[in-house]
């Protein structure tokens, strides 16, 4: 065989193949058509919906006389997309965190640093 009786004989094949696939207009429609379908759907449904992300809010305690507690909290204060909210105690970044109030809890006890998440925040929790 030359090479230019397999060149035609590929030709003719893709030819026929393709033709016996657009005859076919069930393939057609679960091939081509149904994808578009549900891209123009679905598009116009989620359209914008996942925009810019709100600030994450975080609850953060450290007591003044802490070494590095001033520091860790101005550093937190300076974080672009957090808006930070100063506890009063560890009780209440606990509770707040659980009320959902805030996103996330940071307590600074001088050598450890504690994080709070809520358990029932699964999704919105990739902290």
Request: proline letters at 3%; zero cysteines; aromatic letters at 12%.
């Amino acid at each position: 065989m030359k090479g230019d009786e397999r060149v035609k004989r590929s030709l003719v094949l893709t030819k026929t193949l393709l033709l016996s696939f657009i005859r076919d207009r069930q393939s057609v429609f679960f091939t081509l058509a149904l994808p578009l379908i549900f891209l123009i759907i679905f598009g116009f449904m989620y359209s914008g919906e996942w925009g810019e992300a709100p600030d994450t809010r975080l609850i953060f305690f450290g007591e003044e006389n802490l070494r590095g507690s001033k520091e860790l909290a101005e550093i937190l204060a300076n974080t672009e997309r957090l808006k930070v909210i100063q506890g009063e105690s560890v009780e209440q970044v606990q509770k707040e965190v659980g009320r959902l109030q805030a996103h996330m809890g940071l307590v600074w006890q001088g050598e450890k640093l504690k994080f709070f998440l809520n358990p029932t925040r699964i999704q919105n929790n990739p902290y």
